[in-house]
């Protein structure tokens, strides 16, 4: 079976290395060939690029709507490169060949050229949501009814919609209600062993330094409340201050979120990273007293998975959560009470943090999360997905 993955978003992107990638990996370790073909995000030319990533073919082709390094885009600009990148995706189409294409996070971009490949060459579409793009997206208006438009278009064409979660699956349901679909979470991908960052040591940190890490974006319009954690981290350090925070991410708040720390009275016990690449989020994590996703209830956190979660899970690291969408089904109830706070109340942040980093806290999360991880690792959700696409592929063979 030959399956074509066509997303617009470049191969840096967190839903590129976290769910589309494994998704693909997945596919290819089933023995089907798999090409992903997606747009880049450099801010100029040339957006061509071929890589072999363990036997996937991936291909840019043209640029995405932003520039991975652009924090306000211009809207000509914009304009100018959703035509390019459009053109691209359908000329690149124009001589490919599958069995079944997986249209990936529908945007103005990529959605009508799929669908297009799909009609002319009569394969079915599987439609693969792990966001709410419309709602999530900093673009102008008029691209974020665009999004909307075009993922209600999409929804209605596709053979088989696979969303990451049950909100997902509502705001599916309301497009199209008897729209065939399937879970798929978004899952995580275990290292062989989990080495040591040396996160103290790197930082010149005493050993006896409690540590809060944020791992993740810095963008705040995608959910990622990071300004609240830093409000909250402020007042927490007035009491405790051998506690450091540690954020490990960009985004297009970054500068922002740095300034807003250095006028903080704990500005010296605040560390940004920057960029990271897995698996050394799990190294991160493992280093850290506690790990922290501090989210807001936006559409978007109702919609999305937590890759935070999944790293606490993994290592041990007990995590404290705003207590939104899909994060209290992956910790069990025993952990609610300490690991899950209330977004709305301005406080509970804070005193979420000084709960989590009290000593007895690690052994009790590590007794309720042992093996917890199992059923959200890929080579689990994997072969769910793969045997969604044969039975897609045979009933329209």
């Given at each position: 079976?030959?399956?074509?993955?066509?997303?617009?978003?470049?191969?840096?992107?967190?839903?590129?290395?976290?769910?589309?990638?494994?998704?693909?990996?997945?596919?290819?370790?089933?023995?089907?060939?798999?090409?992903i073909l997606t747009l880049s995000g450099a801010r100029r030319g040339p957006y061509t690029e071929r890589r072999d990533v363990?036997?996937?073919?991936?291909?840019?082709?043209g640029p995405a709507l932003r520039a991975t390094d652009e924090i306000h885009p211009h809207p000509v600009r914009t304009f100018v490169r959703f035509l390019m990148g459009h053109t691209a995706l359908a000329r690149a189409l124009a001589t490919a060949k599958a069995d079944v294409v997986i249209l990936e996070k529908p945007q103005p971009q990529n959605t009508f050229p799929a669908l297009s490949f799909a009609q002319r060459v009569s394969v079915p579409l599987v439609l693969d949501l792990d966001d709410l793009e419309a709602e999530a997206s900093r673009l102008p208006a008029l691209f974020r009814w665009a999004f909307a438009r075009l993922e209600s278009q999409a929804v209605e064409h596709a053979a088989v919609v696979t969303v990451a979660s049950a909100a997902l699956a509502e705001h599916v349901r309301a497009l199209r209600p008897r729209v065939r679909m399937e879970l798929v979470p978004t899952g995580a991908r275990l290292p062989p062993t989990i080495p040591n960052a040396h996160l103290r040591e790197r930082l010149g940190l005493p050993a006896d330094a409690k540590v809060i890490l944020y791992v993740g974006s810095l963008s705040i319009a995608s959910g990622h409340r990071v300004d609240h954690l830093l409000d909250a981290f402020a007042k927490?350090?007035?009491?405790?201050?051998?506690?450091?925070?540690?954020l490990a991410g960009n985004g297009l708040d970054e500068q922002r979120l740095r300034a807003t720390a250095r006028s903080l009275p704990p500005a010296a016990n605040i560390h940004f990273l920057g960029r990271f690449t897995p698996p050394s989020d799990f190294a991160l994590a493992h280093d850290a007293d506690l790990l922290v996703d501090p989210v807001d209830r936006s559409l978007t956190n109702q919609a999305k998975s937590s890759h935070r979660v999944l790293l606490a899970l993994a290592t041990g690291t007990p995590i404290v959560a705003g207590a939104v969408g899909i994060r209290p089904l992956m910790l069990p109830p025993a952990l609610h009470v300490t690991c899950l706070y209330d977004p709305d109340d301005p406080d509970a942040l804070r005193a979420a943090l000084a709960r989590g980093l009290h000593e007895s806290v690690r052994d009790h999360f590590r007794l309720y999360t042992a093996d917890r991880i199992h059923p959200w690792t890929w080579p689990v959700l994997g072969p769910r997905f793969v045997h969604l696409l044969q039975s897609v592929a045979r009933s329209t063979s």
């Open positions: 079976m030959r399956v074509l993955f066509v997303a617009a978003l470049p191969p840096e992107r967190s839903s590129m290395v976290g769910r589309i990638l494994p998704l693909a990996q997945e596919v290819h370790a089933a023995g089907h060939a798999v090409e363990g036997g996937i073919r991936l291909r840019t082709v927490l350090a007035h009491t405790m201050p051998n506690v450091h925070l540690v």
